[in-house]
């Protein structure tokens, strides 16, 4: 893997995107809306939107990420882009690693932007602070984008990619604690629950929420949710693949 290769990749993933306005909205101004959206929802009940709120903030980034990366890889590919890139002296480390560089920007602006209407404009308050917040929704938006590229493989049309974050999203949103405490789940449901990286990234925004420090806990999240993303990116350098007609 080379370093000029790899940040010469990201700067033209980071063109391209900057370039594509209805990307730059889905990752930046759908979730501010979506989480104002959910305030109303609450108007009548303003601590339990607060309870609810930081937990979002580890999903969202997550789901848009993950929306934006498995789709982008998926036109590289069917474009010819990464079929001209591989005859070139460039490894799929180097592409792989690239739209990693490349969304890891791209997640941080975006985890300031929700983070910033959230905890100003909205008035969410946690005991953690906002730059816990920041630091934690970064590290939810990069496993969502590694997720992304891996999952890329699995499809070949963009309407596949976005039917994958059913089978493979919706069930840890649905367990990781948002609308039920797991330890009141099924015990299968527990197991579940273990496996899933949704679950340490909630997690994480929940230990935010309610400590004043970081905690073990918090921090054992954190490590998981950056193991999880550590793999999924291996595992795309993997099995990316050139696109067959």
């Avoid at 080379?2 to 979730?31: E, K, M, N, W, Y």
């Avoid at 953690?128 to 890329?152: D, R, T």
């Avoid at 039920?180 to 449901?189: G, K, N, T």
Wanted: aromatic content about 8%; proline content about 5%; overall charge positive.
């Amino acid at each position: 893997m080379s370093p000029l290769r790899t940040f010469a990749t990201a700067g033209r993933v980071l063109l391209q995107l900057l370039h594509d306005p209805r990307t730059v909205g889905l990752i930046l101004i759908v979730p501010c809306i979506l989480i104002a959206l959910l305030k109303y929802v609450f108007d009548t009940q303003p601590s339990l939107f607060n309870h609810v709120a930081p937990l979002i903030l580890g999903i969202f980034p997550l789901l848009m990420m993950f929306l934006v990366a498995s789709i982008a890889t998926l036109r590289e590919r069917k474009s010819g882009t990464l079929d001209r890139l591989l005859t070139m002296p460039m490894g799929k480390l180097d592409f792989i690693f690239g739209y990693a560089w490349a969304f890891a920007l791209l997640a941080l602006v975006q985890a300031v932007v929700v983070s910033a209407v959230a905890l100003g404009l909205l008035g969410v308050t946690v005991l953690g602070g906002a730059p816990s917040v920041v630091f934690a929704a970064v590290m939810a938006a990069f496993l969502g984008m590694a997720l992304g590229l891996f999952v890329s493989a699995f499809a070949t049309s963009e309407f596949q990619a976005v039917e994958l974050v059913m089978p493979i999203l919706m069930p840890q949103i649905l367990l990781c604690g948002l609308f039920a405490p797991r330890d009141h789940m099924a015990q299968v449901l527990q197991w579940l629950t273990d496996v899933f990286p949704l679950t340490y990234s909630v997690d994480a925004m929940r230990q935010i929420a309610l400590h004043t420090t970081w905690t073990s806990q918090f921090v054992r999240d954190l490590l998981v949710v950056l193991g999880c993303t550590v793999v999924a990116l291996i595992l795309g350098s993997l099995t990316i693949r050139r696109h067959s007609n």
